[in-house]
C-alpha cells in the first residue's frame, strides 16, 4: 500500500496552518463563507487590498523558541477548554494567539524544538478547523452543494474529534484504499442519480474492504445481511457471494439507499435505515411524532451511525485541510470474461498466464478454488491489461482443457471426505460450548478455543464456520452449521 513520502508528511501542518491563519485573518473583517447546511451559498471574497497582509519575516525576539512553544501549548489548551465550553469566541481569540506565536518563530526553531512546532501547529489547526465548523464557517475552497443535508453538531464533533485523533490511523487507511473503488462507485451513483458523497458510506462500513464481516453477519464493502443482500438480487450461497462483490453490490446499495430515501425523503433517516432497518426507524418516529433524526431514540449504534458517517464525509470531501495528505491506491482496472463451462482458478491462471492471487483479489466473490457450476455460463474478472491475451488463450485451446468435465462437476457438487468421515457437531442454546481436544476431537475443559479452531481439528484441511466463539460461551446462540473440508455446509446433525 501506497504511504506519503516522508517531506509530503514533513509539510503538511505548515500548509494547513498557513491555510486557517488566512482564513481566520480574514473572519474579523468579514471573510466570506460557506455554511454547513444543505442551502450553502457562497459570498463574493473580499477585495485583495482589503485582506490582512502576512508578513514573510517576524522581527527578532529575545524570546526563546522553547518559550514560545510552552506559551503556544498553553494557549492551545486554552483553545480546546473554550471549544469544550462552547465559548467560540473566546476559543477563536486563544487560536489566533498561538498561530501568529508559531508563525512568528517558526524560523527560529531548531532539531526537537522545531519537531514540537510542528506538532503544535497541526493540534492548533485541528481546533481551528473545529471553530470553523461550530462557527458555521468554511474555507471556500469546496464550493459544491451537499445533497445529503450535513449537520454539525456536538455529536458529529465528537467522531471528527475521534477521526482526527485516536482513530487517525484507520482513517488514512481507509482513505488510501477509497481510491481503488471511488470511480466504480461514482460512476453507478451517476448513473443512478444519487448524491455523490454516498460513496464515502464504505469508510464506516466496511473500511473498503470487500471481505469486511461483521458479527451481525454483514459482508462487503455495503455491509449487506443475507436477507437484504438476496431481496436486492444478491446471489449468496456455497459457491459465491456477491456481497464481496464489489460493483453488484455498489448496485444494490445504490437500490437500496434509493428505496429508503424515497419512502422517508430525508438522507438521516435513510442512512439511520440502511443501519437498523426501516421498520425500527419509522416505528421511532411515530413514537416522537417528529422525523428529525436527532430527536429520534434508536439504538445507540444507529445513533452513532449518522453523526459518524457526517465526520468521515467531510475529511473525506476535503482530506488535506483536516492534515491527511494521502496517496491513493490506483483504480481497480477489469474486464469481465465469459466461461461457458466450470473452471478451476489455479488452472485457468496457469493457463492464461494471469497470477493465480491476482486473479483471486479481483474475483473477491468467489468462496472456493473453482467458478460456481450453479451458474454457467459465468463471467469473471481479469485484469484488463491482460484481458485480450486471456481471450486469446481461450479461442487457441480446446474446451475440454479449459473447462471441468460433468464428472468432474458432479465429483465437485458431491465430495467425499479423505481420510474418513466428517463429523458435525449440534451446539445448542444454553449449553455451555467446549471446544475438542486437538488429539482425541473429545470435549475438552478449555473454554479459550473457538468453534472455529475446533472444527479444524477434525480435518486435515481447513474448515469454515459463521465465526462465533466458544470463549463466550453458547447461551443465547441457535444451532450453528459447522463447514466441512470441502467448503460446503454440512448437516447439523
Known amino acids: 500500500m501506497a504511504q506519503p513520502t516522508t517531506g509530503r508528511q514533513n509539510a503538511a501542518p505548515r500548509r494547513l496552518a498557513l491555510a486557517l491563519m488566512g482564513a481566520f485573518l480574514l473572519l474579523p473583517a468579514g471573510c466570506a463563507y460557506i455554511r454547513t447546511s444543505s442551502s450553502a451559498e457562497v459570498a463574493a471574497l473580499p ?6 497582509a502576512v508578513p514573510e519575516k517576524a522581527p527578532k525576539s529575545t524570546v526563546s523558541p522553547e518559550d514560545v512553544a510552552k506559551r503556544v501549548d498553553r494557549l492551545v489548551a486554552e483553545t480546546e477548554d473554550r471549544l469544550e465550553q462552547e ?4 476559543a477563536a ?9 508559531l508563525l512568528a518563530h517558526r524560523d527560529e526553531a531548531k532539531g526537537e524544538t522545531a519537531v514540537r512546532f510542528d506538532r503544535l501547529l497541526l493540534r492548533a489547526n485541528l481546533a481551528g478547523v473545529r471553530i470553523a465548523r461550530l462557527s458555521g464557517v468554511l474555507l471556500a475552497g469546496e464550493t459544491r452543494v451537499n445533497e445529503m443535508g450535513l449537520a454539525f453538531n456536538k455529536e458529529v464533533e465528537r467522531w471528527l474529534t475521534y477521526y482526527l485523533t485516536s482513530g487517525r490511523g484507520s482513517m488514512t487507511k481507509f482513505l488510501e484504499r477509497m481510491g481503488a473503488y471511488e470511480d466504480m462507485i461514482d460512476a453507478v451513483l451517476a448513473e443512478k442519480n444519487l448524491p455523490a458523497d454516498i460513496k464515502y458510506l464504505p469508510i464506516i462500513e466496511s473500511g473498503f474492504s470487500p471481505y469486511a464481516y461483521s458479527p451481525a453477519a454483514a459482508v462487503g464493502l455495503w455491509q449487506f445481511i443475507p436477507g437484504t443482500g438476496k431481496r436486492f438480487g444478491l446471489t449468496i450461497n456455497e459457491w459465491v457471494d456477491e456481497r464481496r462483490d464489489p460493483v453488484k453490490s455498489t448496485y444494490a446499495a445504490a437500490a437500496y439507499l434509493e428505496t429508503l430515501h424515497g419512502m422517508f425523503g430525508d438522507w438521516s433517516l435513510a442512512l439511520a435505515s440502511y443501519n437498523c432497518g426501516e421498520d425500527r426507524v419509522s416505528g421511532a418516529c411515530r413514537v416522537a411524532g417528529t422525523k428529525n433524526f436527532w430527536e429520534l431514540s434508536l439504538p445507540s449504534e444507529t445513533t452513532d451511525y449518522v453523526p459518524k458517517f457526517y465526520a468521515a464525509m467531510m475529511i473525506a470531501r476535503e482530506p488535506e485541510l483536516y492534515g491527511f495528505y ?3 491506491e490506483p483504480p481497480i ?7 461457458d463451462g466450470v473452471v478451476g482458478l489455479r488452472a485457468f491462471a496457469e493457463l492464461t498466464t494471469v497470477d493465480y492471487e491476482e486473479l483471486k483479489a479481483l474475483n473477491p466473490e468467489l468462496l472456493g478454488a473453482y467458478t460456481p457450476p450453479t451458474a454457467i455460463p459465468y463471467e469473471i474478472n481479469v485484469p484488463a491489461s491482460r484481458a485480450d491475451a486471456v481471450r486469446v488463450a481461450l479461442a487457441e485451446t480446446a474446451p475440454e482443457k479449459v473447462y471441468l468435465s460433468k464428472a468432474e462437476i458432479t465429483k ?6 479423505r481420510g474418513g468421515s466428517v463429523t458435525y457437531y449440534r451446539v445448542k442454546k444454553a449449553t455451555p460450548c467446549r471446544p475438542l481436544r486437538e488429539n482425541t476431537g473429545r470435549p475438552s475443559r478449555r473454554f479459550s478455543a473457538s468453534i472455529r479452531a475446533s472444527a479444524r481439528r477434525t480435518s486435515s484441511a481447513p474448515a469454515r464456520s459463521f465465526g462465533f466463539s466458544a470463549a463466550r460461551g453458547a447461551k443465547g446462540l441457535s444451532t450453528k452449521t459447522i463447514w466441512t473440508r470441502s467448503g460446503r455446509p454440512g448437516r447439523s446433525a
Open 47 to 52: 477585495d485583495p487590498d482589503d485582506m490582512v
Open 87 to 90: 465559548q467560540i469566541e473566546k
Open 93 to 101: 481569540a486563544a487560536y489566533r494567539k498561538a498561530l501568529a506565536l
Open 412 to 417: 465437485l457438487q458431491k465430495p467425499q471426505a
Open 333 to 339: 482496472q477489469v474486464e469481465r470474461i465469459r466461461l
Open 326 to 328: 494521502v496517496e491513493p
